[in-house]
C-alpha cells in the first residue's frame, strides 16, 4: 500500500473508529482497548503541567485522558480526518500533522516529559519501531521521562504465532504485531530499556527509557 493509499485509507477511518474500538471487547484487535489506554496512563504517573506528546494521536482517545488530567499535550498524525476528529474533541492540543518517519516540524522540536501513542506502530517492521524509539529518546524526551506504547502485543513470539492461528480471519499479515520477547532483545541491543505488561488478549503497554551507559560504555 502506498502512502497516499494509506493516508485516504485513515481518512475514511476517521468518522467510525470510535465506534469501531467502543464495540471491540472481547474481539481482535480491540479487546480490552480502554483498559489498555487506561494503563498508559497509570503508568505514565503523570501531574498538571506535564509535557505529553501523543504519536499518531488520531481521534483523540488516549489524549483526552491526559488533558483531563491537566497535562499539556501536543499530538502528530499523518491523517487530516484523524486531526479534525480530534480538534473537534480537544480544542486546546497543539495539533501537528506529520508523518512519524518523515522530517518533524519545528512545532516537535520540544523535550517533553512522556512520549506516548496507541495502536499505531504496528504499522512499523521491529528494526523501524526501534529506530524511531531510539531518535524519540535521543531527541524528544525530556531527562527523566520515558516512552509508553500502547498497541496490539503479545508476550512472546510463540504467543503471536498462536494469536495468528486463534484470530486467523482478522490477522493482518501486512503488519507487524509485537513480541515482548523480540522488543526487549532488540531494545536493548538499542541502549533502551523496555518493560511490558499485558492487559488484554492481544493488547498490552510497553514501557521505554534509556538505558544507563556503564563504565565500560562511558570510557569508550
Not at 3 to 30: C, H, I, K, M
Not at 119 to 125: G, N, R
Request: charged content about 25%; overall charge negative; some cysteine.
Amino acid at each position: 500500500m502506498s502512502e497516499t493509499e494509506r493516508t485516504q485509507l485513515f481518512d475514511r477511518w476517521a468518522e467510525t473508529y470510535d465506534s469501531a474500538v467502543a464495540s471491540a471487547d472481547g474481539d481482535f484487535p480491540f479487546d480490552g482497548y480502554e483498559q489498555v489506554l487506561d494503563e498508559v496512563v497509570r503508568l505514565a504517573g503523570v501531574k498538571p503541567s506535564t509535557r505529553i506528546l501523543d504519536l499518531g494521536i488520531g481521534t483523540g482517545n488516549l489524549a483526552a485522558r491526559f488533558v483531563q488530567r491537566g497535562c499539556a499535550v501536543w499530538g502528530t498524525d499523518f491523517s487530516a480526518e484523524m486531526l479534525a476528529q480530534t480538534r473537534a474533541k480537544l480544542p486546546h492540543v497543539h495539533l501537528v500533522q506529520a508523518n512519524l518517519l518523515g522530517e518533524w516540524p519545528a512545532e516537535l522540536q520540544l523535550p517533553f516529559d512522556r512520549v506516548v501513542t496507541a495502536y499505531v506502530l504496528h504499522e512499523f517492521d521491529l528494526a523501524t519501531k526501534v529506530s524511531l524509539l531510539r531518535r524519540v529518546a535521543s531527541h524528544h524526551l525530556a531527562a527523566g521521562g520515558c516512552i509508553l506504547v500502547a498497541d496490539i502485543a503479545f508476550p512472546t513470539a510463540l504467543a503471536r504465532e498462536a494469536a495468528a492461528q486463534r484470530w486467523a480471519d482478522q490477522w493482518d499479515q501486512d503488519e507487524s504485531y509485537w513480541a515482548a520477547d523480540e522488543t526487549i532483545a532488540a531494545c536493548e541491543e538499542a541502549g533502551l530499556q523496555a518493560t511490558y505488561r499485558q492487559v488484554s488478549s492481544c493488547g498490552g503497554v510497553f514501557t521505554f527509557v534509556a538505558r544507563p551507559q556503564s563504565h565500560e560504555e562511558i570510557e569508550r
